[in-house]
């Protein structure tokens, strides 16, 4: 089956549009007054890396997407970072950025199929529930012998869903060699760090019982680490194992005062938070 | 007049999740897409000759429904039409947030297929005879829902559903019951089948309560009652053209399905009803309460499912149209 290409930029450029990306993010969640920043600003770095650097897909956007690497997000609410990548990458109008939340917008609070917003292939926000969908389409790649990849991200808080590792049996039993997972692992949920709410304890030896290859990145907001990540799971995948990244990220990175808090989870900037975060972060292209 | 008597004629009987694994088998030859997924009940879903004739497009997906609904809905993005097949408490109640978000709300071309609903499901108890499904799939936006009578009518939707774009839940169950659909009798998702006509009172019936109501039907006659069998098994949506046309002529209607009375084929009649074309109706459901063990035959009897608590209620809504 063709194959289609990646939309790879060199590093420097993915530095450049990663700054972009996050003042998209902000200025959307303070825009409206709603949202999630923390996990969105954490990985930026990863869905850069991803769209301008690994993922193999066309335009316009087409829902099936046979002969193209897929990515779903499995932890919805960091619908920022997604909607501002792929407005980034062509996939709609930068301009629809500022619709975000809002009524009668295709940009809703949680990313949906439901008002044909090019890019998203299933409704996530519901957690853990992704994965599964993320499984049923490498499987389908499996049967159709189409040799490109599947790409799936979620939250480390999100593992707590007991679905999570009813996906994590039936990828490795089905040997979905072709699934790419990587965990936000950057320690933080809604009521505190992971592990006082509810701890993931020896997460590396878990995906590994349950017959997963397991990568690790200590570095998930180095432009250069994740990418290098991305090459690394590449060359991991097609060996009869489905292959799991721990990322691990600061919430809220690239903005000082929101980086490393559980606090910045699903709080909207004020006017001046928001332009503390804005002088942190220099327009590299043109705001929306 | 025109009889009911001597118009089902049967000469087998057998149970409706069998007409839903014989389908399988025939779509598996039919259509390459069709993919069946289970959860460790194959052989209760009868998929057993799917599996051996067509094992690339069988999906084992183990005990684990939650899982198996969001790989229909992977399965069905990448053009392939998923049956995900369960019993019908774990193919709805289980997974509803599942079912809701990747396949309702994200528009997904998946089949949920829920084999053991309801009381006739018999000795195994409460914990498995839902009686709460067909309300809980109706409410969902988008969601097509339906509930076949026999072995024939089974076959015929799981054939038709293939050719149907958009989410379905199809329920059928375990009794053996009379085959009394011709084989070759057309399966119209939407569209209400006429199999009697009358002028006294209607019978509006799904599922198994259709042979019930056929037997009531001839008990009514006997009676010098004359009533109209109309089998809804399409739930959603709902046929209400051929429901107007038939309450237009008797004035009053028996509503009945082996559900709870709540949140199904009763309500979703009463609620058209109510709105435009109020009209006495009488309903022969489970009144809200759970079931327990027993065979299908008592429970049937125990809950006030069978043929006589059908005429009992026409007797009762007859009353209500003539005061």
Same mark, same amino acid.
């Not at chain 1, 917003?117 to 292939?121: C, E, M, N």
């Given at each position: 089956m063709q194959s289609s290409s990646p939309n790879t930029r060199t590093l420097q450029e993915r530095e450049q549009l990663a700054l972009q990306i996050r003042r998209d993010i902000v200025r959307m969640v303070h825009g409206v007054q709603s949202g999630h920043p923390g996990g969105s600003l954490g990985c930026v770095e990863y869905f850069v890396n991803l769209y301008f650097g690994h993922l193999r897909y066309s335009l316009?956007?087409?829902? %099936?997407?046979?002969?193209e690497d897929l990515f779903f997000l499995?932890?919805?609410?960091?619908s920022p970072v997604w909607y501002a990548t792929l407005a980034r990458a062509g996939?709609?109008?930068?301009?629809?950025? %500022?619709?975000?939340?809002?009524?009668? #917008?295709?940009?809703q609070g949680h990313p949906t199929t439901h008002e044909g917003?090019?890019?998203?292939?299933v409704a996530s926000g519901?957690?853990?529930q992704g994965l599964s969908v993320a499984c049923g389409a490498a499987l389908a790649k499996k049967m159709a012998k189409d040799t490109t990849l599947v790409y799936a991200l979620t939250g480390d808080g999100e593992l707590q869903e007991g679905q999570i590792w009813e996906a994590a049996l039936f990828a490795a039993h089905h040997n979905l060699d072709n699934l790419i997972v990587t965990v936000d692992?950057?320690?933080?949920?809604i009521d505190g760090p992971v592990d006082k709410v509810m701890s993931l304890k020896n997460l590396a030896q878990k995906w590994e019982a349950f017959g997963w290859q397991v990568l690790h990145c200590p570095?998930?907001? #180095?432009m250069n680490a994740v990418d290098q990540m991305l090459l690394a799971a590449k060359a991991a995948s097609g060996q009869a194992l489905p292959v799991v990244v721990l990322m691990e990220t600061a919430?809220? %990175?690239?903005v000082d005062f929101m980086m490393? #808090?559980?606090?910045?989870?699903g709080v909207a900037p004020n006017d001046a938070q928001l332009q503390q975060a804005l002088d942190q972060l220099q327009s590299t292209t043109t705001d929306y | 007049m025109n009889s009911i008597k001597g118009k089902f004629p049967f000469t087998d009987k057998k149970d409706t999740r069998s007409g839903f694994g014989a389908a399988m088998t025939a779509l598996g030859a039919a259509n390459p897409k069709v993919v069946a997924l289970c959860a460790d009940l194959t052989g209760s879903l009868k998929l057993n000759d799917f599996e051996k004739q067509y094992p690339e497009r069988f999906v084992q997906c183990g005990i684990a429904e939650a899982n198996m609904m969001g790989v229909a809905a992977g399965l069905a993005t990448a053009g392939y039409i998923p049956y995900a097949t369960t019993f019908a408490n774990f193919a709805t109640g289980r997974v509803y947030d599942q079912i809701r978000q990747s396949i309702a709300y994200s528009d997904k071309n998946v089949k949920i297929c829920a084999s053991h @609903?309801?009381?006739?499901?018999?000795?195994?108890? @409460?914990?498995?005879?839902?009686?709460?499904d067909l309300g809980l799939m109706r409410m969902l936006p988008g969601m097509t829902v339906i509930n076949t009578c026999d072995y024939n009518q089974t076959y015929a939707a799981t054939l038709a559903l293939a050719e149907h774009h958009g989410p379905a839940y199809l329920r059928f169950g375990r009794p053996v019951l009379?085959?009394?659909?011709?084989?070759?009798r057309p399966f119209v998702i939407g569209k209400a089948d006429v199999l009697h006509e009358g002028v006294d009172v209607s019978l509006f019936c799904t599922g198994h309560m259709v042979w019930e109501c056929i037997l009531a039907a001839e008990l009514l006659e006997d009676a010098g009652i004359s009533a109209e069998v109309i089998n809804? !098994?399409?739930?959603?949506?709902?046929d209400t053209k051929t429901i107007a046309a038939s309450l237009n002529k008797t004035g009053c209607a028996v509503v009945a399905e082996? !559900?709870?009375?709540?949140?199904?084929l009763c309500d979703s009649i009463a609620h058209y009803v109510a709105k435009h074309r109020p009209t006495p109706l009488e309903y022969v459901a489970v009144q809200d309460s759970f079931g327990e063990s027993g065979t299908p035959d008592q429970l049937m009897e125990k809950y006030g499912l069978k043929a006589a608590n059908v005429v009992t209620a026409a007797h009762q809504v007859l009353a209500r149209k003539a005061s």
């Open positions: 316009p956007f087409d829902m %099936a997407g046979n002969g499995s932890n919805g609410h960091i996939f709609f109008d930068v301009a629809e950025l %500022a619709t975000f939340r809002k009524i009668n #917008s295709r940009l917003l090019p890019g998203v292939r519901s957690l853990g692992y950057n320690g933080q949920q570095q998930g907001n #180095s919430m809220g %990175a690239g490393g #808090s559980h606090k910045w989870h | @609903a309801g009381l006739t499901l018999g000795e195994d108890g @409460a914990t498995h005879q839902i009686l709460e009379p085959v009394f659909y011709p084989k070759d809804l !098994h399409t739930i959603k949506p709902l082996e !559900h709870q009375v709540n949140g199904g």
